[in-house]
């Protein structure tokens, strides 16, 4: 009986947290310029090496059993502020995509609708990551879960960003109220 009551009221926190986020995103101004900030700020190459399986198992395999699991727990703890950089880029994305959505260029306005649903997705990856990447931090004795399609994610969604940047006559055309 306990359980499902820690279940529902967790349920409702995370209700609460994402309707918090979106509530606050909407009354944030955005614009092309700080998104491909935000974009290119993320070092994608360092996140990948944090979640590479064969650096993990070359560590597992050189290191004393005490010492891995302290490197584990840091190295998911920086992959869990990479992923969290990701989502804050994510939402960046989300706001230039709808603008680009309101372009009377349609070029401009389906790059805009893809940014939109690339920037959903990757926010949908960036939390099932953290979770993965937390677990990481909490266990680190146990075996990690892949995280590819996180970065996959965020190079087809900094791809389409970088394809609206190209395609608009520059970033002030696309504030976002």
């Known amino acids: 009986m306990i359980a499902a009551w820690v279940l529902v009221a967790v349920g409702l926190s995370a209700l609460a947290i994402l309707l918090y986020a979106a509530l606050r995103s909407r009354t944030r101004p955005g614009d ?3 998104a491909v900030q935000a974009f290119r700020a ?3 190459q360092a996140f990948r ?21 302290a490197i584990k727990r840091q190295r998911a703890w920086a992959a869990f502020l990479y992923a969290w950089e ?3 880029a994510a939402a960046q994305l989300a706001m230039v995509g709808q603008a680009a ?13 893809q940014a939109a649903e690339n920037a959903f997705r990757l926010r949908v990856q960036t939390l099932r990551a953290g979770v993965i990447l937390l677990a990481g931090v909490l266990l680190p004795g146990l075996q990690s879960r892949p995280i590819p399609a996180l970065v996959d ?8 960003l970088f394809l609206i940047g190209r395609g608009s006559s520059g970033s ?4 976002v109220a």
């Open 32 to 34: 092309l310029e700080r």
């Open 42 to 44: 993320l070092d994608i």
């Open 49 to 69: 090496n944090l979640v590479d399986f064969s650096e993990e198992a070359f560590l597992r395999d050189h290191l004393p059993p005490r010492k891995f699991r």
């Open 86 to 88: 990701a989502g804050r």
């Open 101 to 113: 959505q309101r372009s009377s260029d349609p070029t401009i306005a389906a790059s805009g609708a």
């Open 153 to 160: 994610q965020y190079e087809r969604s900094a791809e389409t």
């Open 172 to 175: 002030r055309g696309l504030e």
